[in-house]
């Protein structure tokens, strides 16, 4: 094909962003939305720029005095309040975070290209790694610590195995991350790994290498030095820099919170992580180069770290990447024999995936590789061998360069075709009403009951974002915020453990709003100091029985019968 017509051709890259920001910006409800700490940080946001002033007690809370609060995300908060502001309300914070995730593995995709490794393999980790972290897809202030990790982590490893010296960008970044979201500590993380691989290779290897590791341990010794001076520079300063190490420390988060808790293997989501984690430890067991103590530590950490929480699996996948395609290319094989075998795993790995993966990611899968027999088909010329390295000069192949202008066109036309149909109203996203209580909040905006509400966890968030400042919450989706305590108390009520009403009558709660069908719903509608006002597949609406609410109980007063555990209301 002549050289004139490459240009509009898409490589694989392109492929992956269009599938993902395609299908995530139109999949209706969608899964970014799926938690309501989207419209929190969006209502955070619009104090900030309203204000302009960082909130340090909690503005959302119904008891006095209000929580102090330390907002380690405000940067990003800003961003999203300006989206929602300008571009749509949550249609086009949708949009935003579907580029965002896209590119994110749009980029990581091109990274990996730049190891030259087989581009089969390429294409199978990349999927593993995407299909592994869609687990955390929302949009939320995290996916900005993707980006950040992702570009920080390639500087790191240029550093060390390119001698690209790029570190000095480093404290840059970290002035814009420690503002944006509390992944900030994988920087140092990060850091400190190579810093010990460095350590470790002075006293591991022979003399006519020492220096070099020396050199590269003291610049990053330097470069730690000016992260901890760049991190300080937050609103709330070294407080701000602690605050991540005391969420993670909070016990009570990843007992009850399902974003903090181990992955549960039985559930098929985890399957593209099990996979990796399986895939890694068979090819450092396989691979017959020497050992790299600072891809040990790296897979060492990361692999605590997903087990212990599944909003670690993203970060995991993305680190394990390309230290699994280096050391896949490290294993003995004849040519032949890992032609074939590559052929066979390939064929294998997509079948698994297209059975197990659901929804959005199923369809990518199934099309990407019907595009790689499509690309075998025309752009390989080595006989028809689709596992032999393509010609480097075949950019829409090879990926050789990362930031060529020409390398964004596709994704520049996409970007403005889908921004066109959302300003357009073409795509509209809401919260689901499904499993979100629209109705419920809309009925208590339309009544303006007065009094403190105790609330859902899961309702909080969206409580702020449609009915704030009309209705102050309970709870929100910031546990960390609240501490073990208030924890304790939210659960001592949603489970009716004993003094549960106690805790009602300790914050004078007036009104309770709960999942229909809770335990705790059966245990008011057989108290006589509670009555049910409203009830809908999602939420059941409870207001004391006093003087106070006498004439909102007679105007909606429910005689409600349980049957087999389901409410059914006469009006």
């Known amino acids: 094909m002549q050289n004139k017509f490459k240009f509009f051709i898409p490589s694989i890259a392109d492929f992956i962003f269009f599938l993902l920001f395609t299908i995530l910006a139109f999949q209706t409800p969608s899964i970014l939305l799926i938690d309501c700490d989207t419209g929190l940080h969006i209502r955070i946001g619009e104090f ?79 999927l593993l790694v995407i299909c592994a972290s869609s687990i955390h897809w929302q949009a939320k202030p995290h996916i900005f610590s993707l980006l950040i990790f992702i570009v920080w982590y390639y500087i790191l490893d240029l550093y060390q195995y390119k001698n690209k010296n790029y570190l000095y960008t480093l404290p840059a970044i970290m002035l814009i991350w420690v503002n944006l979201h509390g992944a900030f500590i994988l920087g140092f993380a990060l850091c400190g790994i190579y810093l010990l691989g460095n350590i470790a290779q002075v006293f591991l290897i022979d003399e006519t290498e020492k220096a070099i590791h020396k050199a590269k341990t003291k610049k990053l010794f330097f470069i730690i030095s000016l992260l901890i001076i760049a991190s300080l520079l937050n609103p709330s300063g070294w407080r701000g820099l602690l605050q991540p190490f005391t969420v993670i420390s909070n016990n009570i988060l990843t007992d009850n919170i399902s974003a903090y808790s181990s992955p549960n293997f039985h559930n098929s989501n985890i399957l593209p992580f099990e996979i990796l984690l399986l895939f890694i430890i068979a090819a450092f067991a396989l691979s017959k180069s020497k050992q790299s103590i600072t891809e040990i530590i790296l897979v060492l950490l990361f692999t605590s770290m997903a087990l212990y929480s599944v909003r670690n699996i993203p970060f995991f996948a993305i680190t394990i990447a390309p230290i699994l395609l280096r050391r896949s290319e490290q294993i003995p094989l004849e040519k032949n024999s890992r032609q074939s075998i590559i052929e066979i795993i390939s064929v294998i790995f997509f079948t698994i995936m297209a059975l197990y993966s659901a929804g959005v990611l199923l369809f990518v899968v199934i099309i990407i590789f019907a595009l790689l027999l499509y690309i075998k088909k025309i752009f390989t010329e080595n006989n028809g061998k689709f596992t032999d390295t393509p010609d480097t000069d075949n950019q829409n192949i090879s990926e050789t360069n990362l930031f060529l202008a020409k390398d964004f066109f596709w994704l520049f036309l996409l970007v403005i075709f889908i921004l066109a149909l959302a300003l357009s109203g073409r795509i509209n996203h809401q919260f689901d009403e499904k499993i979100k209580p629209l109705a419920a909040i809309e009925f208590l905006k339309k009544e303006n009951i007065q009094g403190n509400m105790y609330n859902e966890y899961d309702f909080g968030t969206y409580i702020i974002y449609s009915a704030y400042p009309q209705y102050r919450v309970f709870i929100d989706g910031r546990a960390e915020m609240y501490g073990a305590e208030r924890l304790k108390e939210y659960y001592r009520v949603r489970r009716t453990e004993p003094g549960w009403e106690k805790v009602l009558d ?66």
């Open 506 to 571: 300790k914050y004078d709660i007036n009104l309770i709003i709960v999942y229909h069908n809770l335990s705790l719903s059966q245990s008011l509608l057989n108290n006589n100091k509670w009555r049910l006002i409203y009830s809908d597949t999602v939420a059941d609406i409870f207001v004391r029985n006093s003087l106070k609410n006498k004439s909102l109980i007679e105007k909606y007063s429910m005689k409600t019968v349980i049957v087999e555990n389901i409410h059914k209301n006469f009006i």
């Open 48 to 126: 900030i720029l309203n204000t302009l002033s960082i909130p340090k007690y909690d503005i959302f809370f119904s008891s006095i005095p209000p929580h102090k609060y330390i907002d380690y995300e405000w940067l990003s908060q800003v961003i999203m309040a300006l989206v929602h502001l300008h571009l749509g309300g949550l249609t086009g914070v949708v949009i935003f975070f579907s580029f965002f995730i896209a590119f994110i593995y749009y980029l990581l995709f091109r990274i990996l290209r730049r190891e030259n490794g087989n581009i089969v393999i390429t294409t199978c980790i990349s």
